[in-house]
């Protein structure tokens, strides 16, 4: 199977909201009409949308990613089939995602130096009908060169612990150990870690 992997920027904008409103949770999961912000999302954001009419609820994650996507702050890879987003990598530099940040998460950042320019891997959301076809680990794969062409120390993703299923939406270990990333134990769970330069 041959796809290609673009980096995500305004362009993609319209085929990325195809993508999640029709194939990224075509298997009905519950995490349909996430539009992946959760790392931008704040309790302000949630706060302005319970005050919303329900019928205006539904579009408020679509839209925020849309006008994300526009601005250049939501970020990452895709994959591209038969010139439609297959697969999506919420990737960015570490800094830029509040909930990764020295105050809300330290650990995360165990045995890195202040200066360090890390680049976060943060969800991979693959189309349910082309799984398993190496998407996900051909993105990570991608993150890495994109990191190392970019003057990257790090690139790290955070792995689910134990049994691997499809809500971890970071992706198994195992897809990390394959491209050389070292594991690393942080309190409540692990991150993988690769050093690029």
């Given at each position: 199977m041959e796809f290609n992997i673009r980096k995500l920027d305004k362009n993609f904008a319209d085929e990325y909201i195809d993508f999640f409103d029709n194939r990224a949770f075509s298997d009905e999961s519950a995490e349909k009409g996430c539009y992946c912000v959760w790392h931008h999302w704040t309790d302000k954001h949630e706060y302005e949308r319970s005050l919303?009419?329900?019928?205006?609820?539904q579009y408020c994650k679509r839209n925020y990613a849309k006008k994300l996507i526009q601005n250049g702050i939501l970020n990452g890879f895709v994959a591209l089939y038969n010139n439609q987003i297959t697969g999506f990598c919420n990737s960015d530099i570490k800094d830029n995602y509040f909930r990764l940040d020295r105050e809300n998460f330290p650990d995360s950042w165990k045995d890195t130096n202040v200066n360090d320019k890390i680049l976060s891997i943060v969800c991979f959301i693959i189309?349910?009908?082309?799984?398993?076809?190496g998407i996900a680990k051909a993105l990570l794969n991608y993150?890495?060169?994109?990191?190392?062409?970019?003057?990257?120390?790090?690139?790290?993703?955070?792995?689910s612990q134990g049994k691997f299923n499809i809500k971890n939406c970071c992706g198994p270990v195992?897809?990390?150990?394959?491209?050389?990333f070292e594991i690393i134990d942080i309190t409540g769970g692990v991150i993988a870690r690769k050093k690029v330069k």
């Amino acid at each position: 199977m041959e796809f290609n992997i673009r980096k995500l920027d305004k362009n993609f904008a319209d085929e990325y909201i195809d993508f999640f409103d029709n194939r990224a949770f075509s298997d009905e999961s519950a995490e349909k009409g996430c539009y992946c912000v959760w790392h931008h999302w704040t309790d302000k954001h949630e706060y302005e949308r319970s005050l919303m009419p329900d019928n205006e609820k539904q579009y408020c994650k679509r839209n925020y990613a849309k006008k994300l996507i526009q601005n250049g702050i939501l970020n990452g890879f895709v994959a591209l089939y038969n010139n439609q987003i297959t697969g999506f990598c919420n990737s960015d530099i570490k800094d830029n995602y509040f909930r990764l940040d020295r105050e809300n998460f330290p650990d995360s950042w165990k045995d890195t130096n202040v200066n360090d320019k890390i680049l976060s891997i943060v969800c991979f959301i693959i189309d349910p009908g082309m799984r398993k076809n190496g998407i996900a680990k051909a993105l990570l794969n991608y993150a890495c060169q994109y990191a190392k062409e970019h003057g990257y120390d790090y690139v790290e993703g955070y792995p689910s612990q134990g049994k691997f299923n499809i809500k971890n939406c970071c992706g198994p270990v195992s897809m990390y150990t394959s491209l050389g990333f070292e594991i690393i134990d942080i309190t409540g769970g692990v991150i993988a870690r690769k050093k690029v330069k």
